[in-house]
């Protein structure tokens, strides 16, 4: 061994690794992927397990597509390659976070499997929790929060998921909550009830 290698692996050994970063936070990490449509209610639901995981003592960080955008990734737009990027750099974010013993709580429209698959391959499957916020497009067209669904029905917006933009449905999400359905509570209680047995050290 070179006395590079050598001095890299002695600066290696020193890096606190994720199980002593959990014991200190008495908690396991995890990274928590809400995915769905503009409007379904992904924001909404982190802000919500977020606010209770901390009541009980977690600690945690959100991760969200319009803070990403205009920080990290703002040198990335909506193209198929792009949007593969943002999720590549989201991912590997994450990561840091994970490594770091802290929960990960995401929120990107991540529209296809493929895109879904890159964060997984990048995270772990195991360490990943896919929670698919599901809304009809009507639904979330009508809520229109940040009136984005006018726009790109008006065409100012191209590449929009659900209008001329392609979202697939998770096959097997961990957790799916149906917005249209239950309540914001109800919604936010049934990703808790899934998350915590997974979150308690
Ligand atoms: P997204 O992050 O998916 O684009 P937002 O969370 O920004 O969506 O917006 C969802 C909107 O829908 C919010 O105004 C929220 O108050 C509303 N809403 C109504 N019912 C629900 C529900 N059960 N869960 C989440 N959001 C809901």
């Not at 703002?74 to 994450?94: C, K, Q, T």
């Not at 790109?152 to 191209?158: D, Q, S, V, W, Y």
């Not at 933009?165 to 149906?178: C, G, L, N, Q, R």
Request: with cysteine; aromatic share 6%.
């Amino acid at each position: 061994m070179s006395k590079t290698d050598n001095n890299i692996h002695t600066v290696f050994n020193r890096i606190l690794r994720r199980p002593e970063k959990e014991k200190l936070l008495n908690q396991r990490s995890k990274v928590i992927w809400l995915t769905g449509l503009s409007g379904s209610g992904k924001t909404t639901i982190a802000q919500h397990v977020e606010q209770e995981l901390n009541k009980q003592g977690f600690l945690t960080q959100i991760l969200d597509g319009d803070n990403i955008r205009s920080g990290i990734n703002n040198n990335l737009g909506f193209s198929v390659e792009d949007r593969e990027e943002n999720i590549r750099r989201i991912a590997e974010v994450s990561k840091l976070f994970l490594n770091c013993g802290i929960i990960c709580i995401n929120s990107f429209i991540s529209p296809t499997e493929d895109i879904r698959q890159i964060a997984i391959d990048i995270i772990g499957r195991e360490n990943f929790i896919e929670v698919f916020v599901n809304a009809p497009i009507e639904v979330c067209e009508k809520r229109d929060v940040k009136g984005l669904y006018k726009r790109a029905r008006k065409g100012e917006i191209l590449n929009f998921t659900g209008i001329d933009s392609p979202f697939d449905a998770p096959e097997k999400p961990d957790i799916e909550v149906k917005t249209d359905v239950l309540t914001i509570e109800q919604a936010t209680q049934k990703c808790l009830d899934y998350i915590l047995p997974l979150i308690r050290y």
